[in-house]
């Protein structure tokens, strides 16, 4: 089994950055791709980016959502004991709880195996 702790959201203002932060531990031999998912209220779970660690695509290959392009960035350590997510220039419509995923395959849908709990992002226009 594995499992995935999600840390660093809070309340920012429009403009500022934030880097949240996800441990991963337990049984992760089967782990080749992280991401990060997002939903805010009233809306779907959708995701934000991926790591794709298994080689398909090369090795390490990052994915993102358009609306995040250029302001987020997606970073994990070898060993897939962690991934980050780096935010800059916050907006309000990225307001939403933010949750951490991975499993054996990357895909942008939410067929990921395991998932975090989330951490709300807030941010005020």
């Known amino acids: 089994q594995v499992q995935l702790q999600e840390r660093g959201g809070g309340l920012v203002q429009a403009g500022d950055s934030l880097t949240l932060s996800c441990a991963i531990s337990?049984?992760?031999?089967?782990?080749?791709?992280m991401a990060w998912f997002r939903q805010a209220p009233g809306k779907e779970r959708e995701f934000v980016a991926g790591?794709?660690?298994?080689?398909?695509?090369?090795?390490?290959?990052?994915s993102y959502a358009d609306s995040v392009k250029g302001r987020f960035a997606i970073f994990a350590d070898s060993a897939k004991t962690s991934v980050g997510l780096m935010m800059n220039n916050l907006k309000p419509d990225d307001t939403a709880v933010y949750y951490c995923a991975a499993g054996p395959r990357f895909t942008t849908t939410q067929n990921y195996a395991y998932w975090g709990q989330g951490t709300q992002v807030t941010v005020n226009g």
């Open positions: 790591i794709d660690k298994s080689g398909q695509r090369g090795v390490g290959t990052r």
């Open positions: 337990g049984r992760t031999f089967n782990v080749y791709a």
